[in-house]
């Protein structure tokens, strides 16, 4: 049975809100150093995959409004709370960090002012690919395997999330500024 595109409380939204109450998990277990963990992983991959099962009900049960703006917001609580314990723990540089959580910010900002006017901003391609690179450039960061003997991979995925944060974010700016045209 199809859901309201008004309705708040559905299956994908409890899950995307679970997903938002969990990221604060990878402060605890993200380690000191760069050795990385493997519990570290397993909770990063459980929240990851957890994005696409919420995608998964909302296009069995309908997309709502609610969840077009919650998923998005969820995916960048969980990219940064990861990337700034990162940052904390000294494995990854600020600046790149930084540069995607301005844009970041900026982006859910302007999806609150357009929401309230009642229009609905989902996801880009290019936003969705953004996101999957920035989330392999943390599990990488974090997995034993490659934390520490492979820095150059997660390194140059944070490097190029930076370039597709900058170029969806230019995107939106664009689409942004065809609309009031």
Known sequence: ???DPNAIATWANAVT????LSAPLMFLVVPDGTSGSWVALAVWFVLCVSDGFDGYLAR????????????PLADKILVLIAMFTLVSNDIYWIVPVL????????????????????VSMPASRLAKYKTTIQQFSVAFAIAPVTAENATWLWKWLL????????????QYLWRAQRRRT
């Open 159 to 170: 490097w190029i999330a930076v370039v597709l944060t900058v170029t969806s974010g230019l």
């Open 17 to 20: 809100v679970g997903r938002i």
């Open 60 to 71: 069995r049960h309908g997309t709502t409004r609610a969840g077009a703006f919650l998923d």
């Open 1 to 3: 049975m199809p859901v």
């Open 99 to 118: 540069i995607i959580a301005v844009r970041e910010v900026a982006i859910s900002m302007y999806r609150v002012v357009v929401g309230a006017r009642g």
